[in-house]
């Protein structure tokens, strides 16, 4: 163990005998080493794509080889290990397989912490042209009682909300819940708040972007999280 995470040997023994807490990044260590996934397996398969809106889905595909697309034929390729149907899609792809039965998912919910109401707007309307099912909340208290009463797929979450508090207490209450949902954390104090929020990611394995906020780069990352 104290190989694996390079540290000494009695800190992976405290570590071990449960005198000292492992960090995310340790753990992805540990289940790296023996070849594992962190990560739950996704209970679907596929992805349905029409234009930006984006649809997780089960897929059944032939077997048989295509030469040419059909009209009115949905067709699937293998990306990322799932199957991506893009029925506005140009390009005809080598490897692609018939769809013979495709059954839609519920869309993934994604909960939005921040104090900033224009912006928390933005960001709802963002995910829901992606086909994220968003929840805003504007207090860390309103927060930490949605995930006591929800299961959410991913949360993004501004470090500074009001009166200088930040939102360590509501991202230790989701990872004491989940090890390994996705969570992004804004913030446009990283020079005032370095160590903290430094530390936050290696305590909790969070995912920083920096405000102000780039709309695509956001969503780019909310899609690789949620759907692929």
Not at 3 to 26: N, P
Request: hydrophobic share 40%; charged share 30%; with cysteine.
């Amino acid at each position: 163990m104290a190989d694996i995470l390079g540290i000494k040997y009695q800190s992976a023994k405290q570590k071990l005998d449960g005198k000292r807490g492992f960090f995310y990044s340790e753990l992805k260590l540990v289940y790296d080493y023996f070849h594992e996934s962190l990560e739950e397996a996704k209970p679907y398969n596929g992805i349905f794509i029409v234009n930006d809106m984006h649809v997780r889905c089960n897929i059944v595909v032939s077997d048989e080889k295509v030469e040419i697309k059909e009209p009115g034929i949905n067709y699937a390729y293998f990306h990322k290990n799932y199957y991506v149907v893009n029925p506005t899609g140009v390009k005809f792809n080598k490897d692609m397989k018939r769809v013979l039965r495709m059954d839609f998912l519920p869309a993934p919910k994604l909960a939005i912490l921040d104090n900033d109401k224009e912006l928390l707007e933005l960001l709802k309307s963002v995910s829901n042209r992606y086909g994220i099912d968003a929840s805003v909340y504007e207090t860390a208290q309103e927060m930490m009682q949605a995930v006591d009463r929800e299961d959410y797929d991913g949360y993004v979450i501004d470090w500074l909300l009001d009166y200088d508090e930040n939102s360590e207490a509501v991202i230790k209450k989701i990872r004491s819940k989940s090890e390994t949902v996705p969570i992004i954390l804004l913030t446009g104090q990283l020079n005032q708040h370095e160590r903290e929020i430094g530390e936050t990611i290696m305590e909790y394995g969070v995912e920083l972007v920096e405000k102000p906020t780039r709309v695509f780069i956001l969503s780019s990352i909310l899609l690789a999280n949620l759907f692929f």
